[in-house]
């Protein structure tokens, strides 16, 4: 703990803390006992693998807030380790905490690709336009440890196959290495890319999102997959009030001159969890405008610091967060970006047969 009673950052990670999961039984609290601001920072741990077995790999959603209702995460808990992250309080379910845990125990699927067979294969399986699959939502399927698990690039491989229309949101540049595939499905309409960038600043980035790709190579990764064909777009994600919103229109710019041909944005969101492990990485990084951020905050959300509800988490309400809105509309005209990326087609969907299972490996 600093001298102010907020942890003291660990080099290499977003979170400094490790609070307990909101379901386990006992509950453990720190406090500071005058010592803790002459202690070494602590080194950052490491990542560790678990085991998940996935009876089935397809999730379903029906919010209003995003634009797929079918979704496949091939890992549970992220290494990028952003401070931000909304899906940090998903590693509660696994007994974990969405702290430090949330960024170095990492659960993946290894049997995913045989679930996805399996899923794909069913006789009641419709593949229509309303439901293409997004690859990566909760966390990012291209994070680091993917480089050699090569999950992702196995279930990409059967979405091609099966010629599947999916859609990927990340902030690496290690899905430059798939770009094969990428074209491959691009050439019928099959794939869509979001990059999300979230700054420009190479130091906000380095303590925002410590094992996310740098900015600038992001970019170079949506300029290539752009020159191969594949329809890129950019995510300005999270706009944090006082922090990056007024980067707003430079990344958009960066982007469109990098290949992009939409652009979207995301207010902060700060669920369960993540607003107190937000507030500490402040506190840590920021300790001069934490006040003003969450007075920001709360005037985008009605007097408080976060509102879930559908329609409003993504975008808040009031004059700040039009203000947000009527910025990113006039800078998506201004850099051509306020076009949507070509639509999924799912006409030359063909499910997997049982027979040929194996030559997708």
């Known amino acids: 703990m600093n001298r102010q009673g907020f942890p003291v950052p660990i080099r290499g990670r977003g979170a ?62 992220c290494e990028h380790g952003c401070a931000y992250c909304f899906a940090r309080p998903s590693h509660a379910y696994l007994g974990l905490s969405p ?36 690859l990566g939502i909760n966390t990012d399927a291209y994070q680091p440890v993917e480089r050699r698990l090569r999950l992702t690039r196995r279930l990409l491989e059967i979405l091609a196959e099966t ?50 790709a740098r900015p600038q190579r992001r970019l170079e990764a949506l300029r290539s997959l752009s020159d191969a064909g594949i329809p890129c777009g950019v995510l300005c994600a999270p706009l944090i009030p006082a922090v990056n919103d007024h980067e707003l229109e430079a990344v958009f710019a960066a982007a469109a001159e990098a290949g992009a041909r939409s652009a979207g944005y995301v207010l902060l969101r700060l669920p369960r969890e993540v607003r107190p492990l937000f507030r500490a990485w402040l506190e840590a990084w920021y300790p001069d405008r934490a006040e003003h951020v969450y007075s920001l905050m709360r005037q985008a959300h009605g007097g408080r610091e976060y509102d879930a509800r559908f329609g409003e988490r993504m975008r808040g309400q ?44």
């Open 16 to 77: 400094a803390s490790n609070p307990d999961s909101r379901y386990a039984e006992l509950v453990r609290e720190s406090f500071d006992d005058g010592w803790a601001s002459d202690e070494p920072v602590e080194e950052a741990p490491r990542t560790e693998l678990i085991i998940d077995h996935a009876r089935s790999v397809i999730a379903r959603n029906d919010s209003p807030d995003v634009p797929f209702s079918q979704s496949i995460n091939p890992y549970r808990g």
């Open 99 to 134: 702290g430090l845990d949330f960024e170095t125990k990492i659960a993946w699927k290894p049997d995913a690709p045989e679930c996805l067979l399996r899923e794909l294969g069913r006789r009641a399986y419709v593949c229509s336009p309303i439901a293409p699959i997004a």
């Open 163 to 212: 010629r599947h229309p999916v859609s990927i949101v990340t902030k690496s540049a290690l899905i430059e290495r798939d770009r094969d595939v990428l074209a491959d499905m691009a050439r019928d309409g099959l794939v869509q890319v979001m990059f999300s960038v979230t700054t420009l600043d190479g130091a906000l980035a380095r303590s925002l999102e410590p094992r996310a």
């Open 318 to 361: 009031g004059a700040y967060a039009d203000m947000l809105a009527q910025r990113a509309r006039l800078a998506r005209r201004r850099f051509r970006l306020d076009q949507d990326l070509p639509p999924l087609n799912c006409s030359r969907f063909r499910p997997p047969s049982v027979s040929g299972q194996g030559e997708l490996f």
